[in-house]
């Protein structure tokens, strides 16, 4: 609905422009003839100037009037062109819109009529009565004819409106050769008006300057008798004198001819250069003007035949709807059955994908809290063995302390405890402060120039929206305007890619014009003719701003999967760091020690081993010698023939 109020709009303004270019070139053709154009008249009585000189600026003031005039015939035909263009244009869009009203207007009865067929197919069904349903049957087919008729009256319609377009496109061909020729002709006719105006211009320069020569030669002569008369009468007394002033005048004479005739000579060959130039511009203008036609030529062969493949095309197509029409009938009652089938799974679908989406909603909350806890689990874990760790290696080194000190009596250096090389990911490990980011304030309220770059937007930008805008706008056609312009404006906004305030600011500051890339008070922006060019440019920055922004969030990525893995990393050498905390001298040292005290431990062991020996021994010979003090006091061996005192005191020689 807003196409014919633009397109009257972009008329009036073409309009305007025309009349304010011819009331320019008006004012300058009145300004060339009133001479007013330098500034003023030279007037004849001027001392300064001579007749050479006054004949070379009219000369020149008639020739620029020469090429004004020229000049405002081929801008007179330019204009003429511009506007019969223009008004065909605009009788193009008048028609182009009555043939898509009337073929809406037939879509929407054919429509009407087809439903209202379809809708008594299935009356006919419950028919019992022949008489009956044969006269519904009559009706049916009365109804489908008119529909037929329908489309039919729209193809001859349509194939009268392309033979009018074809006529049209010969006579437009026929109206632009016979324009191209005659503005050939006024060229030709100019060209040879300026050739003779140069030469007459440059003819009457010469007699101008003869003339001043005549002039100053006349006077110089008359001067010099009257200086010679009276030479003749004081010839005695100023004889040198009379010589000197002879002498002067002689080289100011002669300076004059030189002065002239070099200025004439100069003259002369810049007109025959500019003679020149002209002529070769319309040798280059006649050659231009030959390719053009032979191009048309071209054209107008290559449109026969594409016209007479159209018509080729034309009987096949309606070979192929004759087929067509045929398979339509089935192909509607398939569609009716499909429909029915399609619309139910599509409802069962609807519902498995509201399902599905509320399962995929709470499984990302699921995963969020399951991945909070186990990051939670995972650093309690970690400092449960962290601790353990920690005190096992403090055991370690209180025993390889108590080694260097009290055994080997060395002193003992304690060694760095801080297992984390790098700080950033032991300030990471301790813990991660989360970050709120800063919502901007989308409320704020827009300037004067946002809203008439909306109503730019709604004027220019219709192609924009969405088709499917477009018919909920005409089903919402009775809401109301604001509502309507909303929502045009949302769907170009969407389509632009104008998600929030800042992306509508980056669009302004190309609508405002302004170099800084500052909107704010900007109340003036572009006109509605620029309105392409600026959302040209702002797409074009939105594009390269999405191309940096993906590579920032690639390049933030790959930065988070390498710290990620530095962490995993450092966390390994943490713990290898921590195992290693004894160093390989020291455990090749209790190594060492410990082979010693092995050693020392048999030792000790033998030892202990002989003085069990010992003291077994020992008990066995106070246990004997007890034994053999009680067989020795005993009073059986007094009854003995040797009695083991004597055996004992007198042992028997071996």
């Known amino acids: 609905m807003e196409r014919p109020n633009s397109a009257d709009a972009s008329t009036m303004n073409a309009k305007q422009r025309i009349e304010q270019r011819r009331a320019k070139l008006d004012a300058a053709l009145a300004a060339k003839k009133?001479?007013?154009?330098?500034?003023?008249?030279?007037?004849?009585?001027?001392?300064?100037?001579?007749?050479?000189?006054?004949?070379?600026?009219k000369s020149r003031k008639n020739i620029e009037d020469l090429k004004t005039l020229a000049a405002a015939e081929v801008t007179q035909f330019r204009v003429t062109t511009d506007a019969a263009e223009s008004e065909r244009r605009i009788q193009e869009d008048a028609r182009l819109r009555e043939r898509l009203q009337n073929k809406a207007d037939e879509a929407a009865s054919s429509n009407r009529r087809d439903s209202s067929i379809l809708m008594k197919w299935n009356s006919?069904?419950?028919?019992?009565?022949?008489?009956?349903?044969?006269?519904?049957?009559?009706?049916?087919?009365?109804?489908?004819?008119?529909i037929i008729e329908s489309k039919d009256k729209l193809i001859s319609d349509l194939k009268t409106e392309l033979k009018n377009k074809?006529?049209?496109?010969?006579?437009?061909?026929?109206?632009?050769?016979?324009?191209?020729?005659n503005l050939i002709e006024k060229m030709h006719e100019r060209t040879r008006d300026?050739?003779?105006?140069?030469?007459?211009?440059?003819?009457?320069?010469?007699?101008?300057?003869?003339?001043?020569?005549?002039?100053?030669?006349?006077?110089?002569?008359q001067e010099l008798e009257t200086l010679m008369t009276k030479g003749r009468a004081i010839e005695d007394q100023n004889l040198r004198k009379r010589q000197d002033k002879v002498d002067e005048w002689q080289a100011k004479l002669h300076e004059i001819h030189e002065q002239y005739g070099e200025y004439y000579n100069k003259l002369k060959c810049q007109l025959q250069t500019e003679i020149q130039g002209l002529e070769q511009q319309l040798e280059e203008m006649r050659a231009l003007y030959q390719l053009n036609?032979?191009?048309?030529?071209?054209?107008?062969?290559?449109?026969?035949?594409?016209?007479?493949?159209?018509?080729?095309?034309?009987?096949?197509?309606?070979?192929?709807?004759?087929?067509?029409?045929?398979?339509?009938?089935?192909?509607?009652?398939?569609?009716?059955?499909?429909?029915?089938?399609?619309?139910?799974?599509?409802?069962?679908?609807?519902?498995?994908?509201?399902?599905?989406?509320?399962?995929?909603?709470?499984?990302?909350?699921?995963?969020?809290?399951?991945?909070?806890?186990?990051?939670?689990?995972?650093?309690?874990?970690?400092?449960?063995?962290?601790?353990?760790?920690?005190?096992?290696?403090?055991?370690?080194?209180?025993?390889?302390?108590?080694?260097?000190?009290?055994?080997?009596?060395?002193?003992?250096?304690?060694?760095?405890?801080?297992?984390?090389q790098d700080e950033d990911?032991?300030?990471?490990?301790?813990?991660?402060?989360?970050?709120?980011?800063?919502?901007?304030?989308?409320?704020?309220?827009?300037?004067?120039?946002a809203l008439r770059m909306f109503e730019i937007l709604k004027e220019e930008c219709t192609f924009l929206v969405d088709e499917r805008v477009k018919r909920a706008m005409q089903m919402l056609r009775d809401e109301g305007d604001e509502q309507l312009s909303s929502m045009q404006l949302d769907s170009i906004l969407k389509a632009l890619g104008a998600k929030n305030r800042s992306d509508i600011l980056k669009m302004l500051v190309h609508f405002s014009g302004t170099t800084d890339g500052t909107v704010e008070g900007v109340e003036d922006v572009i006109s509605a003719q620029d309105c392409i060019r600026a959302l040209t440019a702002y797409v074009e920055q939105q594009n390269r701003n999405a191309c940096l922004v993906n590579s920032k969030k690639h390049q933030q990525a790959s930065n988070e999967?390498?710290?990620?893995?530095?962490?995993?990393?450092?966390?390994?050498?943490?713990?290898?760091?921590?195992?290693?905390?004894?160093?390989?001298?020291?455990?090749?040292?209790?190594?060492?020690?410990?082979?010693?005290?092995?050693?020392?431990?048999?030792?000790?062991?033998d030892r202990a081993r002989l003085i069990d020996e010992?003291?077994?021994?020992?008990?066995?010979?106070?246990?004997?010698?007890?034994?053999?003090?009680?067989?020795?006091?005993?009073?059986?061996?007094?009854?003995?023939?040797?009695?083991?005192?004597?055996?004992v005191a007198n042992p028997m020689p071996q």
């Not at 009133?34 to 006054?54: M, R, Y």
């Not at 074809?166 to 020729?181: G, N, S």
């Open 166 to 181: 074809d006529e049209e496109y010969v006579r437009a061909l026929k109206e632009q050769a016979t324009a191209i020729d």
């Open 561 to 605: 999967e390498r710290a990620r893995q530095r962490r995993r990393k450092e966390e390994t050498e943490f713990w290898v760091r921590m195992a290693n905390v004894i160093p390989e001298s020291h455990f090749r040292l209790w190594g060492t020690l410990e082979d010693g005290l092995e050693k020392y431990l048999n030792q000790l062991q």
């Open 293 to 420: 036609a032979e191009k048309l030529n071209y054209n107008l062969q290559v449109l026969s035949e594409r016209v007479k493949e159209n018509d080729k095309a034309i009987q096949t197509h309606k070979r192929k709807l004759a087929r067509l029409q045929d398979v339509l009938s089935g192909l509607i009652t398939k569609y009716a059955e499909t429909d029915k089938k399609f619309r139910h799974e599509n409802n069962i679908l609807t519902e498995s994908y509201r399902r599905i989406t509320e399962q995929y909603k709470d499984l990302q909350l699921k995963f969020q809290y399951f991945e909070k806890a186990d990051t939670e689990k995972y650093k309690q874990v970690w400092n449960m063995n962290e601790e353990e760790a920690m005190a096992l290696v403090n055991q370690c080194l209180m025993a390889d302390k108590v080694l260097f000190e009290q055994q080997l009596g060395v002193e003992w250096k304690a060694p760095d405890l801080n297992f984390w």
């Open 194 to 221: 300026m050739v003779e105006r140069y030469a007459e211009e440059l003819e009457a320069i010469e007699n101008a300057f003869m003339k001043e020569r005549g002039e100053l030669l006349a006077g110089q002569d």
């Open 425 to 449: 990911v032991a300030e990471a490990q301790e813990g991660e402060e989360d970050e709120v980011p800063e919502e901007e304030d989308e409320q704020q309220e827009l300037s004067d120039g």
């Open 34 to 57: 009133a001479g007013t154009e330098d500034g003023g008249v030279v007037k004849d009585g001027d001392p300064q100037l001579g007749e050479g000189e006054k004949q070379i600026r």
């Open 614 to 647: 010992t003291d077994g021994i020992r008990q066995q010979n106070d246990e004997l010698r007890a034994l053999l003090n009680t067989y020795m006091q005993s009073k059986i061996n007094e009854d003995l023939f040797h009695p083991p005192q004597l055996t």
């Open 124 to 146: 006919l069904k419950t028919k019992k009565v022949p008489q009956d349903l044969l006269e519904a049957i009559e009706r049916q087919k009365e109804a489908c004819t008119k």
